[in-house]
C-alpha cells in the first residue's frame, strides 16, 4: 500500500489506502472515519473469531463492539513492543473472549463440542469468495492442525479456543502441568512453521 | 515416541523464563500475578521479547484461520455511534451542563451593576434598603424556625447514625472473622496445591530418568552386538558373565550388566560395562583380577553419560587362572594392593 492519496480538488483523504499505523494513528485523533476504515478491515475477523469460541452470534456482537470501542479509547497505547498491530488487535479480541466464555462457564457449565465442528464453516451468511477464502484457510489449519501430535492439538483447541487454563487442562487430560506447557509451546512453534508461509502472506 | 521426544528436547532446554509465554499467548494462565510476571519479561528481556512475537504470530494465525462469519450492519452502525458520543462526560461538565440548563447566570451580580451606576442613584437606594431590611427580617425570622427544624431532625438522624455505626461494627467483626477462616482454609489448599505439585515435578522427573535410561539400555544392547561380532570376526572369545541377573553376579547396582572379550591367541582383553551410576566424588572405578595370587588392579576408567566404559587391556596370565572379576570405586590415583572401596561388580570366570 502507498501513503496518503488525495482525490479531487477537496485533499480527501482516501482511508482505504492508509496502513493500519495510519488508521490507528487518526484514532487516537478520535477520527471516527478511521475506526469505520479498521471495522470494514478486520470487523468480521474479530466477529468471526467471537462466533467460533462462543457459538453465540449475539454475545459475539458484543464482543466484537467492546473490541474497537476499546481500540477507539486504548489505540494510543499501542506500542510495537506488544507485536505486529494485527497480532495486538486480534490478542484483545481473544482475551476479551476468553473473559466472556469464563464469565459464561462460571454462570451454567457449557457443553463441550468437538474441535472438528469449531472448524466447520458456521455461517450461512458468507459471500461466495468469502466462502472460497474460509475454505481454503478452513483446509490450511486442519493440515497443519493434522500434523500436530493428537496430545498438542488437544492442549491448543482446550486453551485457545475453549478458554481452559493451563492447570484446568492438567486437570482435565490428566497430565502433569509441565508436560501442558512444554506441548503448548510446541504446537504454536509448530503451528507458525505450517501456517505463516501460507496464511501470514494473506494477512 | 515422536511425543516423548518433543517432550525431553523442551526440557532439555528449559528455561524458566519461556515456561509461560505460551500459556500468556494462548490466553491460558491461572493468575494476574503469572501474566504481569511474562509481561515483565517482555517488556525487559529481548530473547523473551523476540519468542513471545513468534509464539504471538502463531496464536494471530489461529484467530484469522477460523471460518469468516458475517456480524449484522446494525454492528458497525452501534459502533459508530457510540464512538460518535466522545469520551465519558467528565463532572465539571456535567456541572456547566446543569448551570446551563437551570438557566443560572454567571455574569456580573446585580449588586455590583448598582454600584457602577453611581450615586446618582444612592437615595433611590437607601429608600430600597429600607423595603428590604423589612422583607429580610421576616424571611430571617423563617429561615430561623426552619433551621430549628432542621436541628430536630439532624437529631433524629444522629440517633439513626449511631445505631447504623453499631450494626456496622458488629458487620464489620463478622466479616473480619469470616475473612480469617477463609484464609486458614486458603492456606491448607495452598499446602495442598503446592503438595500436589511437587508430586507432578516429581513425575516429570521420574519421566526423564525413564527416557535416560531407556536410551541407555539400547546403547548398551547395540554395544553388545557390536563387541559380538568383533569378538567374532577377530578371533576374540566372548566371556559373557557380567548380566546382573545371573546367579554367579554379585552387584550394589541391578542395572549395570558387563562382559569380557578375550582374544583366542595372545592376551588381549577387552572390558565393557553398562548402566553403572557416576562413582562418588574423587573415586573411580577400578577392574580387579581376583583369585590367582594378589588381586591384580588392571585398571581406573570413568563411565559415560549413560553409565558405559570399554576398556581395553593385557591378561598377565589367561583369563581361567582368575576365579572372578571385580569392579570396585577406589580412590583416583589411590589404589592400593587390595580392594578396599565400594564393590559394584563381581563375577566368576567359570
Known amino acids: 500500500m502507498v501513503g496518503r492519496v488525495l482525490i479531487g480538488q477537496m485533499n480527501q483523504l482516501n482511508y482505504e489506502e492508509l496502513e493500519d499505523l495510519e488508521l490507528l494513528a487518526k484514532i487516537s485523533e478520535k477520527d471516527r472515519q478511521a475506526l469505520a476504515e479498521l471495522y470494514d478491515r478486520y470487523g468480521r475477523r474479530v466477529f468471526a473469531l467471537a462466533v467460533r469460541m462462543l457459538n453465540d452470534p449475539v454475545g459475539s456482537e458484543e464482543v466484537t463492539q467492546d473490541v474497537f470501542m476499546s481500540v477507539w479509547r486504548r489505540g494510543a497505547s499501542y506500542t510495537s513492543k506488544k507485536g505486529k498491530f494485527t497480532t495486538w488487535l486480534f490478542s484483545i479480541a481473544h482475551n476479551r473472549t476468553i473473559d466472556e466464555l469464563r464469565k459464561r462457564k462460571r454462570d451454567r457449565s457449557r457443553e463441550n463440542t468437538d474441535i472438528d465442528d469449531h472448524l466447520n464453516i458456521q455461517s450461512s451468511d458468507i459471500s461466495p469468495a468469502d466462502a472460497a477464502v474460509a475454505q481454503s484457510e478452513y483446509l490450511q489449519i486442519r493440515a497443519a492442525m493434522e500434523k500436530l501430535p493428537v496430545e498438542q492439538k488437544h492442549v491448543v483447541d482446550l486453551s485457545y479456543f475453549k478458554g481452559l487454563t493451563q492447570t484446568e487442562i492438567a486437570m482435565k487430560t490428566g497430565q502433569p502441568l509441565g508436560t501442558v506447557k512444554t506441548r503448548m509451546r510446541l504446537a504454536l512453534k509448530k503451528l507458525r512453521t505450517a501456517l505463516s508461509a501460507e496464511i501470514g502472506a494473506q494477512a | ?350
Open chain 2, 1 to 350: 515416541m515422536t511425543e516423548t521426544k518433543d517432550n525431553m528436547e523442551s526440557n532439555e532446554n528449559l528455561d524458566h523464563r519461556f515456561e509461560n509465554l505460551a500459556g500468556y499467548v494462548l490466553g491460558a494462565l491461572d493468575h494476574a500475578e503469572e501474566r504481569t510476571a511474562v509481561e515483565d519479561l517482555i517488556e525487559n528481556d529481548p530473547e523473551v521479547q523476540a519468542e513471545f512475537e513468534q509464539l504471538a504470530e502463531a496464536a494471530h494465525l489461529l484467530a484469522i484461520a477460523v471460518p469468516p462469519a458475517e456480524p449484522p450492519a446494525s454492528l458497525k452502525t452501534r459502533i459508530m455511534e457510540i464512538a460518535s458520543q466522545g469520551e465519558p462526560t467528565r463532572l465539571q461538565d456535567v456541572v456547566a451542563e446543569y448551570i446551563a440548563t437551570k438557566n443560572i447566570s454567571r455574569s456580573t451580580p446585580w449588586w455590583q451593576h448598582a454600584f457602577q451606576s453611581g450615586f446618582a442613584v444612592s437615595a433611590a437606594v437607601a429608600v430600597l434598603v429600607v423595603v428590604v431590611g423589612g422583607t429580610l427580617g421576616y424571611q430571617n425570622n423563617q429561615l430561623g424556625n426552619e433551621i430549628e427544624t432542621l436541628r430536630a431532625n439532624l437529631a433524629t438522624e444522629s440517633v439513626v447514625v449511631a445505631n447504623l455505626q453499631t450494626e456496622l461494627s458488629t458487620t464489620l467483626t463478622d466479616a473480619e472473622t469470616r475473612v480469617a477462616e477463609m484464609k486458614s482454609e486458603m492456606k491448607v489448599m495452598e499446602d495442598d496445591f503446592g503438595a500436589t505439585t511437587e508430586m507432578v515435578v516429581h513425575q516429570e522427573e521420574m519421566v526423564s530418568e525413564l527416557a535416560i535410561v531407556n536410551n541407555a539400555l539400547r546403547q548398551a544392547l547395540s554395544d553388545q552386538s557390536w563387541l559380538t561380532y568383533v569378538a567374532m570376526k577377530e578371533d576374540y572369545q566372548l566371556e559373557s558373565w557380567l548380566a546382573s541377573n545371573t546367579p554367579q553376579v554379585t552387584t550394589t547396582e541391578p542395572a549395570a550388566s558387563g562382559l569380557i572379550a578375550v582374544r583366542v591367541v595372545g592376551n588381549e582383553a577387552v572390558f565393557q560395562v553398562h548402566g553403572l551410576q557416576q562413582p562418588q566424588p574423587g573415586f573411580a572405578y577400578t577392574l580387579w583380577l581376583m583369585g590367582n595370587g594378589a588381586p591384580r588392579p588392571v585398571a581406573q576408567f570413568e563411565v559415560s553419560g549413560i553409565g558405559s566404559a570399554t576398556i581395553a587391556f593385557l591378561l598377565p596370565a589367561p583369563l581361567r587362572f582368575f576365579s572372578s572379576v571385580m569392579v570396585t570405586q577406589e580412590r583416583v590415583n589411590g589404589i592400593g594392593s587390595d580392594p578396599t572401596g565400594i564393590m559394584v561388580l563381581s563375577a566368576q570366570t567359570n
